[in-house]
C-alpha cells in the first residue's frame, strides 16, 4: 500500500513541522532537517516523534 500523493502534500514533520518525503523503499517517511523516519505500517503513516527512528 502506499501513501496517495494528496496526502503527502498535506503531512509535515511532527517536530520541525517542515517537509517530509517518502522514502525509496515507500515503508517511511523521512524528514531531513530533523533526520527522522517516520514508519508507514498497514499503509498509515506513524507520524509520532517517539515512534520516529533516526536516520543513519
Keep these: 500500500m502506499t501513501i496517495s500523493k494528496e496526502l503527502l502534500e498535506i503531512l509535515?514533520?511532527?517536530?520541525c513541522k517542515g517537509e517530509i518525503i517518502l522514502n525509496e523503499g515507500q515503508?517511511?517517511?523521512i524528514?531531513?532537517?530533523?533526520?527522522?523516519?517516520?514508519e508507514i505500517r498497514e499503509g498509515i503513516p506513524i507520524m509520532l516523534i517517539d515512534e520516529a527512528k533516526p536516520l543513519a
Design 31 to 38: 524528514c531531513h532537517p530533523c533526520k527522522l523516519l517516520y
Design 27 to 29: 515503508d517511511g517517511l
Design 12 to 15: 509535515a514533520c511532527p517536530k
